[in-house]
Protein backbone atom coordinates (compact mmCIF):
# COMPACT_ATOMS: atom_id res chain seq x y z
CA UNK A 1 0.00 0.00 0.00
CA UNK A 2 0.77 3.33 -0.84
CA UNK A 3 1.02 6.05 1.77
CA UNK A 4 0.23 10.05 2.35
CA UNK A 5 4.05 10.68 2.57
CA UNK A 6 4.69 14.44 1.14
CA UNK A 7 1.07 14.89 0.33
CA UNK A 8 -1.40 17.04 2.59
CA UNK A 9 -5.25 17.15 1.56
CA UNK A 10 -6.10 20.30 0.61
CA UNK A 11 -10.26 20.23 2.01
CA UNK A 12 -12.60 17.34 2.12
CA UNK A 13 -14.53 16.68 -1.07
CA UNK A 14 -18.11 18.34 -0.53
CA UNK A 15 -16.27 21.71 0.39
CA UNK A 16 -14.55 22.55 -3.10
CA UNK A 17 -17.14 24.99 -5.57
CA UNK A 18 -16.88 26.30 -8.97
CA UNK A 19 -15.10 29.01 -7.12
CA UNK A 20 -11.54 26.65 -7.09
CA UNK A 21 -11.53 26.05 -10.79
CA UNK A 22 -7.97 25.99 -12.01
CA UNK A 23 -6.52 25.54 -9.10
CA UNK A 24 -4.33 22.30 -8.11
CA UNK A 25 -5.42 19.75 -5.16
CA UNK A 26 -5.52 16.85 -2.90
CA UNK A 27 -8.14 15.12 -2.09
CA UNK A 28 -8.48 11.78 0.14
CA UNK A 29 -11.32 9.80 0.85
CA UNK A 30 -13.45 6.44 -0.09
CA UNK A 31 -14.76 4.95 -3.41
CA UNK A 32 -18.31 5.64 -3.51
CA UNK A 33 -18.56 4.66 -7.14
CA UNK A 34 -16.24 3.89 -10.44
CA UNK A 35 -17.04 3.96 -14.14
CA UNK A 36 -15.08 2.24 -16.88
CA UNK A 37 -15.43 3.68 -20.25
CA UNK A 38 -13.01 2.74 -22.07
CA UNK A 39 -10.03 5.49 -22.28
CA UNK A 40 -11.80 7.01 -19.39
CA UNK A 41 -12.35 6.00 -16.03
CA UNK A 42 -14.68 8.01 -13.44
CA UNK A 43 -14.17 7.27 -9.70
CA UNK A 44 -17.15 9.40 -7.03
CA UNK A 45 -14.51 10.16 -3.77
CA UNK A 46 -16.33 10.30 -0.75
CA UNK A 47 -16.06 11.57 2.98
CA UNK A 48 -18.04 13.03 5.52
CA UNK A 49 -18.93 16.08 3.69
CA UNK A 50 -20.23 14.62 0.56
CA UNK A 51 -18.48 13.68 -3.21
CA UNK A 52 -16.36 14.81 -5.99
CA UNK A 53 -16.37 13.39 -8.81
CA UNK A 54 -12.38 12.48 -10.27
CA UNK A 55 -11.43 11.74 -13.84
CA UNK A 56 -8.42 9.72 -15.12
CA UNK A 57 -7.81 10.17 -18.44
CA UNK A 58 -5.77 7.01 -20.16
CA UNK A 59 -4.49 10.08 -22.46
CA UNK A 60 -2.92 11.77 -19.88
CA UNK A 61 -1.11 9.02 -18.05
CA UNK A 62 -1.13 5.55 -18.74
CA UNK A 63 0.85 4.51 -16.13
CA UNK A 64 -2.12 6.32 -13.32
CA UNK A 65 -4.71 4.93 -15.59
CA UNK A 66 -3.76 1.23 -15.36
CA UNK A 67 -3.45 2.13 -11.73
CA UNK A 68 -7.16 3.43 -11.27
CA UNK A 69 -8.20 0.59 -13.36
CA UNK A 70 -7.98 -1.59 -9.92
CA UNK A 71 -9.96 0.77 -8.05
CA UNK A 72 -13.07 -0.72 -6.18
CA UNK A 73 -15.79 0.63 -3.85
CA UNK A 74 -14.56 2.03 -0.32
CA UNK A 75 -10.71 1.54 -1.72
CA UNK A 76 -9.41 4.59 -0.17
CA UNK A 77 -7.46 7.13 -2.46
CA UNK A 78 -5.22 10.39 -2.13
CA UNK A 79 -5.58 12.24 -5.21
CA UNK A 80 -3.95 15.45 -6.89
CA UNK A 81 -5.05 17.23 -9.85
CA UNK A 82 -6.67 20.56 -10.55
CA UNK A 83 -10.52 21.28 -10.72
CA UNK A 84 -12.14 21.59 -13.58
CA UNK A 85 -15.41 23.16 -14.95
CA UNK A 86 -18.03 19.78 -15.87
CA UNK A 87 -19.30 19.66 -19.81
CA UNK A 88 -22.51 21.24 -19.61
CA UNK A 89 -24.25 17.83 -20.34
CA UNK A 90 -23.00 16.04 -17.26
CA UNK A 91 -23.83 18.80 -14.84
CA UNK A 92 -25.25 17.20 -12.05
CA UNK A 93 -27.67 19.73 -10.36
CA UNK A 94 -28.38 16.99 -7.17
CA UNK A 95 -25.06 17.18 -6.00
CA UNK A 96 -23.38 20.40 -4.67
CA UNK A 97 -20.41 19.86 -6.31
CA UNK A 98 -22.34 18.49 -9.22
CA UNK A 99 -20.76 21.69 -11.88
CA UNK A 100 -17.16 20.71 -11.15
CA UNK A 101 -14.58 17.63 -11.08
CA UNK A 102 -11.00 16.83 -10.55
CA UNK A 103 -8.95 16.19 -13.63
CA UNK A 104 -6.48 13.97 -11.94
CA UNK A 105 -2.77 14.16 -12.45
CA UNK A 106 -1.32 11.54 -9.40
CA UNK A 107 -3.40 8.56 -7.54
CA UNK A 108 -2.10 6.58 -4.58
CA UNK A 109 -4.10 3.65 -3.23
CA UNK A 110 -4.12 4.54 0.45
CA UNK A 111 -6.12 1.03 1.38
CA UNK A 112 -7.91 -1.81 -0.29
CA UNK A 113 -11.22 -3.08 0.71
CA UNK A 114 -12.97 -6.34 0.26
CA UNK A 115 -16.48 -6.27 -0.96
CA UNK A 116 -18.26 -4.53 1.82
CA UNK A 117 -21.12 -6.45 3.33
CA UNK A 118 -23.59 -3.72 3.51
CA UNK A 119 -24.53 -1.04 1.22
CA UNK A 120 -22.76 2.31 1.89
CA UNK A 121 -25.48 4.22 0.46
CA UNK A 122 -28.08 6.48 1.48
CA UNK A 123 -31.27 5.86 3.61
CA UNK A 124 -30.40 2.00 3.46
CA UNK A 125 -32.74 -0.39 3.79
CA UNK A 126 -30.76 -3.23 5.48
CA UNK A 127 -31.91 -4.85 8.55
CA UNK A 128 -30.98 -3.17 11.39
CA UNK A 129 -28.75 -5.87 12.98
CA UNK A 130 -26.42 -6.38 10.05
CA UNK A 131 -25.96 -2.79 9.98
CA UNK A 132 -25.04 -2.81 13.93
CA UNK A 133 -23.08 -5.29 13.37
CA UNK A 134 -20.84 -3.61 10.60
CA UNK A 135 -21.40 0.09 12.28
CA UNK A 136 -18.16 1.36 11.17
CA UNK A 137 -19.61 0.38 8.12
CA UNK A 138 -22.83 1.77 8.49
CA UNK A 139 -21.69 5.38 9.77
CA UNK A 140 -20.01 6.00 6.29
CA UNK A 141 -23.64 6.39 5.11
CA UNK A 142 -24.09 10.16 4.42
CA UNK A 143 -27.41 10.10 6.46
CA UNK A 144 -25.59 8.65 8.97
CA UNK A 145 -22.81 11.32 8.75
CA UNK A 146 -25.74 13.75 9.48
CA UNK A 147 -27.04 12.42 12.17
CA UNK A 148 -23.37 12.64 13.84
CA UNK A 149 -23.10 15.97 13.06
CA UNK A 150 -26.35 17.20 14.34
CA UNK A 151 -25.67 15.12 17.73
CA UNK A 152 -22.23 17.33 17.66
CA UNK A 153 -24.07 20.42 16.80
CA UNK A 154 -26.45 20.69 19.96
CA UNK A 155 -23.51 19.90 21.84
CA UNK A 156 -21.45 22.47 21.45
CA UNK A 157 -24.59 24.80 21.04
CA UNK A 158 -25.54 23.54 25.02
CA UNK A 159 -21.74 24.25 25.61
CA UNK A 160 -21.86 27.97 24.18
CA UNK A 161 -25.25 28.34 26.04
CA UNK A 162 -24.70 27.61 29.02
CA UNK A 163 -21.43 29.11 28.98
CA UNK A 164 -22.78 32.65 28.01
CA UNK A 165 -25.11 32.16 31.10
CA UNK A 166 -22.16 31.84 33.25
CA UNK A 167 -22.45 28.09 33.84
CA UNK A 168 -19.03 26.22 34.70
CA UNK A 169 -18.95 22.85 33.00
CA UNK A 170 -17.70 20.57 35.93
CA UNK A 171 -16.58 16.65 35.13
CA UNK A 172 -18.68 14.69 38.28
CA UNK A 173 -16.97 11.28 38.45
CA UNK A 174 -18.19 7.56 36.56
CA UNK A 175 -16.99 5.42 39.71
CA UNK A 176 -19.32 6.13 42.74
CA UNK A 177 -21.28 4.71 45.86
CA UNK A 178 -23.88 2.29 45.07
CA UNK A 179 -27.51 4.47 46.31
CA UNK A 180 -30.30 2.28 45.30
CA UNK A 181 -33.30 4.31 44.36
CA UNK A 182 -34.80 3.81 41.31
CA UNK A 183 -33.25 1.81 38.54
CA UNK A 184 -31.07 -0.69 39.16
CA UNK A 185 -27.00 0.19 39.15
CA UNK A 186 -24.61 -1.11 37.30
CA UNK A 187 -21.84 -2.66 39.49
CA UNK A 188 -18.01 -2.17 39.60
CA UNK A 189 -15.91 -4.60 41.79
CA UNK A 190 -13.16 -3.17 42.88
CA UNK A 191 -9.56 -4.99 42.89
CA UNK A 192 -8.29 -2.71 45.66
CA UNK A 193 -11.32 -3.05 47.99
CA UNK A 194 -11.58 -7.00 48.03
CA UNK A 195 -15.84 -7.36 48.15
CA UNK A 196 -16.47 -3.60 47.86
CA UNK A 197 -18.03 -2.13 44.79
CA UNK A 198 -18.45 1.40 42.50
CA UNK A 199 -21.49 1.66 40.76
CA UNK A 200 -21.76 3.44 37.45
CA UNK A 201 -23.99 6.85 37.73
CA UNK A 202 -27.18 6.98 37.17
CA UNK A 203 -27.18 10.58 36.99
CA UNK A 204 -24.83 13.42 38.40
CA UNK A 205 -27.24 14.31 40.86
CA UNK A 206 -26.09 14.08 44.22
CA UNK A 207 -22.80 15.49 42.99
CA UNK A 208 -24.46 18.60 41.55
CA UNK A 209 -26.05 18.93 44.29
CA UNK A 210 -22.47 19.17 45.97
CA UNK A 211 -21.61 21.36 43.58
CA UNK A 212 -24.04 23.56 44.58
CA UNK A 213 -23.32 23.40 48.48
CA UNK A 214 -19.33 24.53 47.23
CA UNK A 215 -20.75 26.98 45.74
CA UNK A 216 -20.01 26.50 41.95
CA UNK A 217 -23.76 28.84 41.37
CA UNK A 218 -24.24 27.45 38.11
CA UNK A 219 -22.86 23.84 36.86
CA UNK A 220 -23.37 22.33 33.47
CA UNK A 221 -22.04 18.75 31.97
CA UNK A 222 -22.54 16.68 29.07
CA UNK A 223 -22.92 13.88 31.13
CA UNK A 224 -22.69 9.44 30.64
CA UNK A 225 -24.89 8.10 32.93
CA UNK A 226 -25.91 3.91 33.06
CA UNK A 227 -28.89 1.83 34.34
CA UNK A 228 -29.28 -1.58 34.03
CA UNK A 229 -32.92 -2.23 33.00
CA UNK A 230 -34.52 -3.94 30.56
CA UNK A 231 -34.66 -1.08 27.15
CA UNK A 232 -37.18 -0.19 24.40
CA UNK A 233 -36.46 1.87 21.66
CA UNK A 234 -36.10 5.06 23.39
CA UNK A 235 -33.81 3.76 26.16
CA UNK A 236 -30.09 2.10 26.31
CA UNK A 237 -27.76 1.18 29.03
CA UNK A 238 -25.46 3.97 29.18
CA UNK A 239 -27.20 7.54 27.74
CA UNK A 240 -25.91 10.74 27.25
CA UNK A 241 -27.38 14.30 29.73
CA UNK A 242 -27.07 17.23 29.26
CA UNK A 243 -27.25 17.93 33.02
CA UNK A 244 -27.08 21.24 34.78
CA UNK A 245 -28.31 23.08 38.33
CA UNK A 246 -28.53 26.76 39.81
CA UNK A 247 -28.13 28.05 43.14
CA UNK A 248 -30.71 30.98 44.00
CA UNK A 249 -33.44 30.34 41.87
CA UNK A 250 -37.30 29.17 42.16
CA UNK A 251 -39.28 27.04 38.79
CA UNK A 252 -39.83 29.30 36.94
CA UNK A 253 -35.86 30.26 36.61
CA UNK A 254 -34.84 26.96 35.90
CA UNK A 255 -37.77 26.80 33.37
CA UNK A 256 -36.97 30.25 31.71
CA UNK A 257 -33.09 29.33 31.49
CA UNK A 258 -34.19 26.01 29.45
CA UNK A 259 -36.55 27.85 27.40
CA UNK A 260 -33.62 30.15 25.86
CA UNK A 261 -31.69 26.83 25.21
CA UNK A 262 -34.41 25.42 23.63
CA UNK A 263 -35.66 28.39 21.47
CA UNK A 264 -31.71 28.25 20.61
CA UNK A 265 -31.18 25.01 19.53
CA UNK A 266 -34.30 25.33 17.13
CA UNK A 267 -33.20 28.47 15.72
CA UNK A 268 -29.76 27.23 14.95
CA UNK A 269 -30.56 23.62 13.95
CA UNK A 270 -34.06 23.55 12.45
CA UNK A 271 -34.00 27.68 11.60
CA UNK A 272 -37.56 27.65 13.63
CA UNK A 273 -38.73 30.68 16.15
CA UNK A 274 -39.92 29.22 18.98
CA UNK A 275 -42.48 31.20 20.57
CA UNK A 276 -41.93 31.69 24.43
CA UNK A 277 -43.03 30.90 27.00
CA UNK A 278 -43.94 27.48 27.09
CA UNK A 279 -47.38 26.22 28.15
CA UNK A 280 -47.37 24.96 31.33
CA UNK A 281 -50.01 22.03 32.03
CA UNK A 282 -50.21 20.63 35.71
CA UNK A 283 -49.87 16.82 35.82
CA UNK A 284 -53.37 16.27 36.46
CA UNK A 285 -54.89 18.58 34.00
CA UNK A 286 -51.92 16.45 31.91
CA UNK A 287 -53.50 12.90 33.15
CA UNK A 288 -57.04 13.93 32.73
CA UNK A 289 -56.78 15.40 29.46
CA UNK A 290 -54.51 12.99 27.36
CA UNK A 291 -53.97 9.90 30.44
CA UNK A 292 -49.81 11.05 29.71
CA UNK A 293 -47.63 13.09 31.94
CA UNK A 294 -46.23 13.35 28.41
CA UNK A 295 -49.11 14.84 26.56
CA UNK A 296 -48.60 15.32 22.60
CA UNK A 297 -51.26 17.94 21.73
CA UNK A 298 -50.85 18.55 18.03
CA UNK A 299 -54.02 16.83 18.07
CA UNK A 300 -57.37 16.10 19.60
CA UNK A 301 -59.00 12.85 21.06
CA UNK A 302 -58.92 14.47 24.63
CA UNK A 303 -60.03 11.98 27.30
CA UNK A 304 -63.72 12.94 28.42
CA UNK A 305 -64.70 11.68 32.23
CA UNK A 306 -68.02 9.67 32.10
CA UNK A 307 -68.00 8.35 35.64
CA UNK A 308 -70.69 10.63 36.88
CA UNK A 309 -73.10 10.14 34.14
CA UNK A 310 -73.09 6.00 34.46
CA UNK A 311 -72.35 6.37 37.97
CA UNK A 312 -75.30 4.11 38.41
CA UNK A 313 -76.31 2.68 35.44
CA UNK A 314 -77.53 -0.66 35.51
CA UNK A 315 -73.91 -1.83 33.04
CA UNK A 316 -72.24 -3.74 36.11
CA UNK A 317 -69.00 -3.19 34.72
CA UNK A 318 -69.24 0.66 34.52
CA UNK A 319 -71.13 1.17 37.88
CA UNK A 320 -69.06 -1.44 40.07
CA UNK A 321 -65.56 0.12 38.16
CA UNK A 322 -66.84 3.64 39.39
CA UNK A 323 -67.72 2.22 43.72
CA UNK A 324 -64.73 0.64 44.04
CA UNK A 325 -63.08 3.83 43.09
CA UNK A 326 -62.18 3.90 39.64
CA UNK A 327 -63.80 5.89 36.80
CA UNK A 328 -64.71 5.42 32.98
CA UNK A 329 -63.47 7.58 30.29
CA UNK A 330 -63.55 8.25 26.91
CA UNK A 331 -62.25 9.39 23.53
CA UNK A 332 -64.19 10.62 20.71
CA UNK A 333 -62.59 9.67 17.05
CA UNK A 334 -63.93 11.87 14.53
CA UNK A 335 -64.46 9.74 11.41
CA UNK A 336 -64.06 6.77 13.47
CA UNK A 337 -67.59 5.24 11.68
CA UNK A 338 -65.24 3.78 9.23
CA UNK A 339 -63.65 1.01 11.23
CA UNK A 340 -64.50 -2.04 11.00
CA UNK A 341 -65.81 -4.45 13.59
CA UNK A 342 -62.64 -6.48 13.21
CA UNK A 343 -60.93 -3.08 13.73
CA UNK A 344 -62.65 -2.51 16.52
CA UNK A 345 -61.74 -5.83 18.30
CA UNK A 346 -58.39 -4.96 17.37
CA UNK A 347 -58.61 -1.82 19.60
CA UNK A 348 -59.97 -4.11 22.41
CA UNK A 349 -56.67 -6.43 22.39
CA UNK A 350 -54.59 -3.23 21.62
CA UNK A 351 -55.77 -1.79 25.50
CA UNK A 352 -55.33 -5.00 26.98
CA UNK A 353 -51.92 -4.85 26.97
CA UNK A 354 -52.22 -2.06 28.90
CA UNK A 355 -53.92 -4.16 31.61
CA UNK A 356 -57.54 -2.91 30.68
CA UNK A 357 -59.71 -5.34 30.50
CA UNK A 358 -61.33 -3.91 27.53
CA UNK A 359 -63.04 -1.53 25.11
CA UNK A 360 -66.51 -0.63 24.96
CA UNK A 361 -67.76 1.42 21.96
CA UNK A 362 -70.39 3.23 20.18
CA UNK A 363 -70.42 4.40 16.58
CA UNK A 364 -72.62 7.04 15.36
CA UNK A 365 -74.00 6.13 12.42
CA UNK A 366 -76.64 8.32 9.69
CA UNK A 367 -79.37 6.34 11.14
CA UNK A 368 -78.32 4.07 14.07
CA UNK A 369 -75.96 3.13 16.25
CA UNK A 370 -73.42 0.51 16.46
CA UNK A 371 -72.30 -0.54 19.72
CA UNK A 372 -70.67 -2.87 21.95
CA UNK A 373 -72.94 -1.60 25.06
CA UNK A 374 -75.75 -0.24 23.89
CA UNK A 375 -78.16 -2.87 25.17
CA UNK A 376 -77.37 -1.81 28.52
CA UNK A 377 -78.43 1.47 28.70
CA UNK A 378 -81.76 3.39 28.46
CA UNK A 379 -81.89 5.93 26.10
CA UNK A 380 -81.68 9.11 27.65
CA UNK A 381 -78.18 7.43 29.21
CA UNK A 382 -77.13 6.88 25.48
CA UNK A 383 -77.77 10.37 24.99
CA UNK A 384 -75.88 12.01 27.57
CA UNK A 385 -73.00 9.87 26.50
CA UNK A 386 -72.99 11.04 23.23
CA UNK A 387 -73.74 15.03 24.22
CA UNK A 388 -70.53 14.64 26.68
CA UNK A 389 -68.41 13.17 23.98
CA UNK A 390 -69.96 15.99 20.97
CA UNK A 391 -70.03 12.83 19.07
CA UNK A 392 -71.88 13.16 16.08
CA UNK A 393 -72.74 11.54 13.22
CA UNK A 394 -69.50 9.42 11.94
CA UNK A 395 -67.87 9.50 15.32
CA UNK A 396 -66.96 6.41 17.23
CA UNK A 397 -66.69 6.97 21.37
CA UNK A 398 -64.52 4.49 22.78
CA UNK A 399 -64.70 4.10 26.48
CA UNK A 400 -62.27 2.43 29.19
CA UNK A 401 -63.56 1.30 33.20
CA UNK A 402 -60.75 0.80 35.56
CA UNK A 403 -58.93 1.86 38.12
CA UNK A 404 -57.51 5.49 37.34
CA UNK A 405 -53.94 4.76 36.01
CA UNK A 406 -55.11 2.20 33.56
CA UNK A 407 -57.44 4.09 31.88
CA UNK A 408 -54.91 6.65 31.81
CA UNK A 409 -52.35 4.41 30.18
CA UNK A 410 -55.02 2.55 28.25
CA UNK A 411 -56.48 5.72 26.22
CA UNK A 412 -53.17 7.37 26.42
CA UNK A 413 -51.57 4.77 24.40
CA UNK A 414 -54.79 4.33 22.16
CA UNK A 415 -54.88 8.08 21.14
CA UNK A 416 -51.59 8.16 20.16
CA UNK A 417 -52.07 4.87 18.23
CA UNK A 418 -55.37 6.28 16.28
CA UNK A 419 -53.54 9.54 15.25
CA UNK A 420 -51.17 7.45 13.62
CA UNK A 421 -53.54 5.29 11.96
CA UNK A 422 -55.75 8.30 11.37
CA UNK A 423 -53.03 10.68 10.06
CA UNK A 424 -54.45 13.12 12.84
CA UNK A 425 -50.47 14.97 13.62
CA UNK A 426 -49.96 17.52 11.45
CA UNK A 427 -46.56 17.25 9.58
CA UNK A 428 -43.47 19.12 10.51
CA UNK A 429 -45.60 20.26 13.67
CA UNK A 430 -43.31 21.10 17.07
CA UNK A 431 -45.06 21.24 19.89
CA UNK A 432 -43.20 22.00 23.52
CA UNK A 433 -44.90 22.36 26.53
CA UNK A 434 -43.88 22.19 30.47
CA UNK A 435 -46.09 19.65 32.80
CA UNK A 436 -45.59 20.75 36.47
CA UNK A 437 -47.08 19.87 40.00
CA UNK A 438 -46.05 16.25 39.58
CA UNK A 439 -46.79 14.16 42.90
CA UNK A 440 -43.97 13.45 45.21
CA UNK A 441 -44.61 10.48 45.81
CA UNK A 442 -46.16 7.34 43.84
CA UNK A 443 -47.31 4.40 44.74
CA UNK A 444 -45.02 0.98 44.42
CA UNK A 445 -47.33 -2.64 44.52
CA UNK A 446 -43.69 -4.35 44.59
CA UNK A 447 -42.59 -2.81 47.37
CA UNK A 448 -45.53 -2.00 48.98
CA UNK A 449 -44.81 1.48 49.68
CA UNK A 450 -44.52 4.97 48.82
CA UNK A 451 -41.75 5.75 46.42
CA UNK A 452 -40.36 9.05 45.09
CA UNK A 453 -41.77 10.26 41.93
CA UNK A 454 -38.78 11.93 40.74
CA UNK A 455 -36.37 11.21 43.29
CA UNK A 456 -36.19 12.11 47.50
CA UNK A 457 -34.17 15.74 47.07
CA UNK A 458 -37.41 17.10 45.36
CA UNK A 459 -38.91 20.30 47.14
CA UNK A 460 -42.54 19.54 47.94
CA UNK A 461 -44.78 22.41 47.35
CA UNK A 462 -44.79 24.27 50.28
CA UNK A 463 -48.25 24.58 50.71
CA UNK A 464 -48.09 20.46 50.86
CA UNK A 465 -45.73 20.22 53.36
CA UNK A 466 -48.02 19.39 55.77
CA UNK A 467 -49.46 16.78 54.20
CA UNK A 468 -46.05 14.64 54.23
CA UNK A 469 -46.90 12.33 57.28
CA UNK A 470 -50.29 12.24 56.28
CA UNK A 471 -51.70 12.43 52.80
CA UNK A 472 -48.47 11.70 50.86
CA UNK A 473 -50.52 10.83 47.98
CA UNK A 474 -51.56 14.53 48.05
CA UNK A 475 -48.21 16.33 48.02
CA UNK A 476 -47.39 17.99 44.78
CA UNK A 477 -43.42 18.51 43.75
CA UNK A 478 -41.67 21.41 42.73
CA UNK A 479 -41.06 19.69 39.82
CA UNK A 480 -41.25 19.92 35.87
CA UNK A 481 -41.00 18.14 32.98
CA UNK A 482 -40.28 19.66 29.17
CA UNK A 483 -42.93 17.68 26.67
CA UNK A 484 -41.08 17.85 22.99
CA UNK A 485 -43.96 16.16 20.75
CA UNK A 486 -45.45 13.92 23.34
CA UNK A 487 -41.87 12.87 24.37
CA UNK A 488 -40.05 13.62 27.58
CA UNK A 489 -36.79 15.43 27.08
CA UNK A 490 -35.74 17.11 30.29
CA UNK A 491 -36.92 17.44 33.53
CA UNK A 492 -35.98 18.59 37.06
CA UNK A 493 -36.94 19.99 40.12
CA UNK A 494 -36.09 22.17 42.67
CA UNK A 495 -34.62 20.27 45.51
CA UNK A 496 -34.61 20.00 49.25
CA UNK A 497 -31.66 22.23 51.14
CA UNK A 498 -33.71 22.42 54.56
CA UNK A 499 -32.37 19.26 57.12
CA UNK A 500 -35.38 18.72 58.78
CA UNK A 501 -37.55 18.88 55.68
CA UNK A 502 -35.10 15.92 54.00
CA UNK A 503 -35.20 13.98 57.36
CA UNK A 504 -39.12 14.22 56.75
CA UNK A 505 -39.00 13.03 53.19
CA UNK A 506 -36.77 10.56 53.87
CA UNK A 507 -39.18 8.99 57.01
CA UNK A 508 -42.22 9.31 54.47
CA UNK A 509 -40.47 6.96 51.87
CA UNK A 510 -39.90 4.24 54.50
CA UNK A 511 -36.18 5.08 55.24
CA UNK A 512 -35.12 4.81 58.82
CA UNK A 513 -32.03 8.05 59.97
CA UNK A 514 -29.32 5.02 59.97
CA UNK A 515 -30.31 3.66 56.46
CA UNK A 516 -30.81 7.63 55.13
CA UNK A 517 -27.36 7.98 56.29
CA UNK A 518 -26.26 4.45 54.79
CA UNK A 519 -27.03 5.54 51.48
CA UNK A 520 -26.82 9.20 51.67
CA UNK A 521 -24.36 10.34 54.31
CA UNK A 522 -21.99 12.42 52.66
CA UNK A 523 -24.69 14.45 50.79
CA UNK A 524 -26.51 15.42 54.38
CA UNK A 525 -23.25 15.64 56.25
CA UNK A 526 -22.27 18.48 53.40
CA UNK A 527 -26.20 20.26 54.04
CA UNK A 528 -25.20 21.13 57.48
CA UNK A 529 -22.61 23.62 56.10
CA UNK A 530 -24.50 25.99 54.34
CA UNK A 531 -27.13 24.97 51.27
CA UNK A 532 -28.60 27.25 48.95
CA UNK A 533 -32.19 27.31 47.70
CA UNK A 534 -31.00 25.13 44.23
CA UNK A 535 -32.85 22.88 41.58
CA UNK A 536 -32.09 22.07 38.09
CA UNK A 537 -32.47 19.60 35.36
CA UNK A 538 -31.54 17.03 32.41
CA UNK A 539 -32.12 16.92 28.75
CA UNK A 540 -31.96 13.08 27.22
CA UNK A 541 -29.63 14.55 24.81
CA UNK A 542 -29.88 11.24 22.58
CA UNK A 543 -33.85 11.60 22.50
CA UNK A 544 -33.49 15.67 21.88
CA UNK A 545 -31.19 14.61 19.25
CA UNK A 546 -33.75 11.74 17.81
CA UNK A 547 -36.59 13.94 17.96
CA UNK A 548 -34.81 17.02 16.22
CA UNK A 549 -33.76 14.46 13.37
CA UNK A 550 -37.28 12.87 13.04
CA UNK A 551 -36.08 9.49 13.85
CA UNK A 552 -38.27 6.94 15.96
CA UNK A 553 -35.22 5.35 17.55
CA UNK A 554 -32.18 6.48 19.54
CA UNK A 555 -29.68 3.66 18.24
CA UNK A 556 -30.10 6.06 15.11
CA UNK A 557 -28.29 9.24 17.02
CA UNK A 558 -25.82 7.03 19.24
CA UNK A 559 -22.53 5.89 17.10
CA UNK A 560 -21.98 2.50 19.03
CA UNK A 561 -25.62 2.09 20.08
CA UNK A 562 -26.52 -1.40 22.34
CA UNK A 563 -29.85 -3.41 21.32
CA UNK A 564 -32.79 -4.58 23.36
CA UNK A 565 -30.30 -7.26 25.30
CA UNK A 566 -27.82 -4.48 26.01
CA UNK A 567 -25.26 -6.16 24.41
CA UNK A 568 -23.45 -4.45 21.44
CA UNK A 569 -23.61 -6.56 18.27
CA UNK A 570 -20.22 -5.33 16.70
CA UNK A 571 -17.96 -6.14 19.94
CA UNK A 572 -20.17 -9.00 21.08
CA UNK A 573 -19.99 -6.83 24.39
CA UNK A 574 -20.64 -8.25 27.18
CA UNK A 575 -18.29 -10.81 26.95
CA UNK A 576 -16.38 -13.66 29.36
CA UNK A 577 -13.71 -12.39 31.23
CA UNK A 578 -10.42 -14.73 32.33
CA UNK A 579 -10.29 -16.75 35.23
CA UNK A 580 -7.04 -14.69 36.58
CA UNK A 581 -9.55 -11.55 36.53
CA UNK A 582 -12.23 -12.82 38.81
CA UNK A 583 -9.61 -14.35 41.38
CA UNK A 584 -7.86 -10.68 41.30
CA UNK A 585 -11.41 -9.69 42.08
CA UNK A 586 -12.24 -12.13 44.35
CA UNK A 587 -15.64 -12.88 42.69
CA UNK A 588 -16.04 -16.27 42.30
CA UNK A 589 -19.19 -17.24 39.30
CA UNK A 590 -22.37 -19.08 39.98
CA UNK A 591 -24.55 -19.26 36.87
CA UNK A 592 -28.06 -20.28 36.76
CA UNK A 593 -28.83 -23.59 35.49
CA UNK A 594 -29.79 -21.65 31.43
CA UNK A 595 -26.45 -20.05 31.54
CA UNK A 596 -23.96 -22.43 32.18
Known amino acids: METIKGLKRTRRCGE ?46 SEMFDKAYTIRNEFVLAVTGEIVNRAPEIVNDKLPTGAIELKATELRILSKSETPPIYIEENSNVREDVRLKYRYLDLRRP ?23 GFLEIE ?26 YALPQSPQLYKQLLMVSGMDRYFQIAKCFRDEDLRADRQPEFTQIDLEMSFVNEEDVMTMNEGFMKKIFKEVLGKDLQTPFRRIPYKEAMDRFGSDKPDTRFGLELVDLSEIVKDCEFKVFADTIKNGGSVRAINLKGGNSLSRRDLDGLVEFVKTYKAKGLAWIVVGENELRSSIAKFFKQEEIDAILSAMNAEVGDAVLIVADKD ?7 GALRLELAKRF ?67 G ?13 KMFKALGFTEESANERFGFLLEAFKYGTPPHGGMAYGLDRLVMLLAGRDSIRDVIAFPKVKDASEVMSAAPGAVDEKQLRELCIKLELPEENK
Open 16 to 61: FTVADVGSTVTVMGWTQAYRNLGGVIFVDLRDRSGILQIVFNGEDN
Open 405 to 411: QVVYDAL
Open 143 to 165: DMVRLMELRHRVCKLARDYYDEN
Open 423 to 489: NLIPEGSYDLLWVTEFPQFEYSEEEDRYVAKHHPFTMPMEEDIELLETEPQNVRAKAYDMVFNGNEV
Open 172 to 197: TPILVKSTPEGARDYLVPSRVHPGSF
Open 491 to 503: GGSIRINNTELQA
